[in-house]
């Protein structure tokens, strides 16, 4: 029973500290550059442009709003919940079972893959690298903002990897049945 238990605690600190991890990621990847856009007119280099996730949202604010919420939504608003709920899962105990905390978080989970979605579309506008209209051209590059974001995405997968784990460890019951259950 003891070594069961000891196994429970290490799980649970391993699965906190990995979550950790994860909203760090989630931090650099939405503060850091994601994107630089370079123009050139007739071959002159006309600078170029860098945007974050926040730096988007922000600029969308004022010119699209409903895009704005949409990135916001997808980009913090879910994946804040999602890793803030996992952490307190992961940190008591007595709602490490509840069924439908379990529920809203495998709910969530499902959103995962529209973090994964956001970035093949900015891998899909890099793919257009190279955009020449007669005279102007211009040029997009992925910044470290996006692999941090990315290294965001495949953690946050891999973090209900580490609930559902510390939810085994713990408990001998299924916690997916529980949740069917209610």
């Not at 529209?114 to 209209?133: E, K, L, R, Y």
Request: overall charge positive; hydrophobic content about 50%; aromatic content about 10%.
């Amino acid at each position: 029973m003891e070594r069961s238990e000891a196994a429970a605690r290490q799980a649970q600190w391993l699965g906190l500290g990995f979550v950790l991890l994860t909203v760090a990621f989630l931090a650099l990847g939405v503060t850091f550059p994601t994107l630089e856009v370079r123009g050139r007119l007739l071959g002159i280099p006309l600078g170029g442009r860098q945007r974050s996730i926040l730096g988007l949202i922000g600029s969308l604010w004022q010119t699209n709003i409903l895009l704005a919420a949409l990135i916001s939504l997808l980009s913090l608003v879910i994946p804040v919940t999602k890793l803030g709920l996992t952490l307190v899962m992961l940190w008591r105990e007595d709602l490490a079972h509840h069924p439908k905390l379990n529920a809203l978080v495998h709910h969530i989970s499902r959103w995962s893959m529209v973090d994964v979605f956001s970035m093949t579309i900015v891998v899909f506008f890099i793919s257009f690298n190279q955009i020449c209209i007669h005279i102007f051209s211009t040029r997009g590059l992925l910044m470290i903002g996006f692999y941090f974001f990315l290294t965001y995405c495949l953690l946050s997968i891999a973090s209900t990897y580490f609930l559902k784990k510390e939810t085994r460890l713990r408990d001998p019951h299924d916690a997916e049945s529980a949740v069917r259950k209610s």
